[in-house]
Each structure stands twice: as structure tokens, then as C-alpha cells.
């Protein structure tokens, strides 16, 4: 009978456990580091995301304000060889404004941290589709004592952190997200000069109106959404507004302000 004879190679072997938890202490470490630049990375589209949504917004709020800022008060020159036509009596009403052009008084400065808001009146072109109210709406026409002209009426102010317009007609509608403080100031020249400001004061400590050259206004911006790594405790200081600091430790929203100045054009 034949014997067969096993014979065990001592070469081969495993894994030992230290060696083991080595392989494993390793990866875990690989897997947290990946794991911290992938979160890193994310946190900076974020705020890369929410930096790019203020900056748009700042953009698209100061267009407008400054545009319709530079219009306002404008009216078209009589013209002595083309007289205007008056249809009703008497004749010192020929310069004004009928009743429906301009909506009641409203609080112009809101005081303290409250937001500002203004309302900006200008003539226009009697041709159809030419120009149209901050809502896309036609102009309001005139029709007595002076027949055919033709006035935009845009008002502006904040609601909801958002910047809002009411035009010639019907409710105000949102045209701007993320905007948490409009302040305005108005210059006023007070030494005959007429394009140099020599203050700028709120809307009721304006002398006469007839003398603003300038309006100077500030807002305030803030992101869609929490992106800072820590809450938010800047004290703000926006034109003649009380100081603002954020409140809570889950406030952590971006934000930024910017002030410009803007010299009315029809300043007669």
C-alpha cells in the first residue's frame, strides 16, 4: 500500500490583526480627509452661489432706483408757437397736476432701523408703447386742464426683504428678493448753486423740495440663505439709520451694503 505524504508550504499565510487595524485606521482616515474636502468644497459653492445671488441683486435694485431717480420731476418745455390747449377753467390750474396723477402722502423716512421709501413722478412721450411704470403698466393720462400728457408714478419701498413697486395702478408687486434696508437722504442745496448739495437731511427736514439736487441712498443685501461659518455680529451702519447688529446665533446669512449718490437731471 502506498503512503501518501501531506506536506504544508509555511510560506503562506494571513493577515496578522495588527496589521489589520492598520489597513483600517488608514482608510478611515483617507475616508475623512475626502469626506472633509468634499464638505469644504461644498460650503464654497454655497457661498460662492449666495455671493453671486446678493451681487445680481445689488445690480438689478440700484438700475432701477438709479434709473428712475435721474427721471424724476422731468416735464416737457411749453412751446410759445404751439400753445397746450386748455379745456377747463381757471388758468393758474394750467401747471398743475390732477387729482389721480399723485396717491395720497406717504411716510417718506421711516425712522430708526425702519426702512425709506419714495415715490418718483415724471412726464412722457404720448406715443403708445413707448414707456411704461416699473410694472410694465401704461402711463396715467391727464385730461383736464391740460388734455393728452401723459405721467409715470413709481413707488418704491421695502417689504418682506424684499424691494417692492407700485406703479400708475392696481398692487405693488416684488421686484427684488433679499433686500433687507432701503435709507434715503436727500440733498439740498442751500446757497443758490444749483447742482451742489450743501446737506443731506431726511424728506421732512428738507427746507423746500424745489431745492434738492441729489438723492443719496444706502441698502442693505443679504443672502438666500445661512453661509457663514459663524453667526453673524457686524454692527451696521446704513446712511442715517441706527446702528443694526444681527441677532441670534443661527444668523449667519451674508450680508452687504452699498451707498450711491445720484444727481436729479431735471432740476430746473
Known amino acids: ?13 494571513g493577515f496578522t490583526l495588527v496589521e489589520i487595524m492598520v489597513a483600517i485606521t488608514i482608510g478611515l482616515l483617507m475616508l475623512a480627509g475626502i469626506l472633509q474636502i468634499s464638505q469644504a468644497n461644498k460650503q464654497s459653492n454655497r457661498l460662492q452661489r449666495n455671493m453671486g445671488y446678493v ?11 438709479v434709473r ?15 400753445p397746450i390747449p386748455i379745456t377747463t377753467a381757471p388758468f393758474r390750474t394750467v401747471s398743475a397736476i390732477p387729482t389721480g ?17 419714495i415715490t418718483l413722478i415724471y412726464e412722457v412721450s404720448t406715443a403708445p408703447g413707448i414707456t411704461t411704470d416699473c410694472l ?5 393720462a391727464t385730461t ?4 393728452g ?21 392696481g398692487n405693488a408687486q416684488p421686484l427684488v428678493d433679499g433686500v433687507e434696508s432701503l435709507q434715503i437722504l436727500y440733498g439740498e442745496n442751500t446757497d443758490g448753486n444749483p447742482r451742489s448739495a450743501n446737506r443731506y437731511v431726511q424728506a421732512q427736514q428738507v427746507t423746500n423740495m424745489l431745492n434738492v439736487v441729489s438723492v443719496r441712498i444706502g441698502m442693505r443685501f443679504i443672502s438666500r440663505g445661512a453661509v457663514r461659518a459663524t453667526a453673524d455680529t457686524t454692527s451696521y451702519a446704513l446712511l442715517d439709520a441706527a446702528a443694526f447688529t444681527p441677532t441670534g446665533a443661527t444668523d449667519r446669512l451674508l450680508r452687504r451694503e452699498i451707498t450711491t449718490t445720484i444727481s436729479l437731471r431735471n432740476v430746473r
Open 1 to 13: 500500500m502506498n503512503k501518501t505524504t501531506l506536506k504544508y508550504n509555511n510560506k503562506l499565510r
Open 55 to 65: 451681487q445680481e441683486n445689488i445690480r438689478t435694485a440700484m438700475d432701477l432706483l
Open 68 to 82: 428712475d431717480i435721474q427721471q424724476a420731476g422731468y416735464y416737457e418745455d411749453d412751446n410759445p408757437a404751439s
Open 101 to 117: 396723477i399723485i396717491t395720497a402722502a406717504i411716510t417718506a423716512d421711516g425712522g430708526g432701523n425702519a426702512n425709506d421709501q
Open 136 to 140: 410694465g403698466q401704461a402711463p396715467n
Open 144 to 147: 383736464s386742464p391740460i388734455a
Open 149 to 169: 400728457n401723459l405721467f409715470i408714478q413709481n413707488h418704491y419701498f421695502i417689504s418682506n426683504q424684499r424691494l417692492m413697486c407700485r406703479g400708475n395702478t
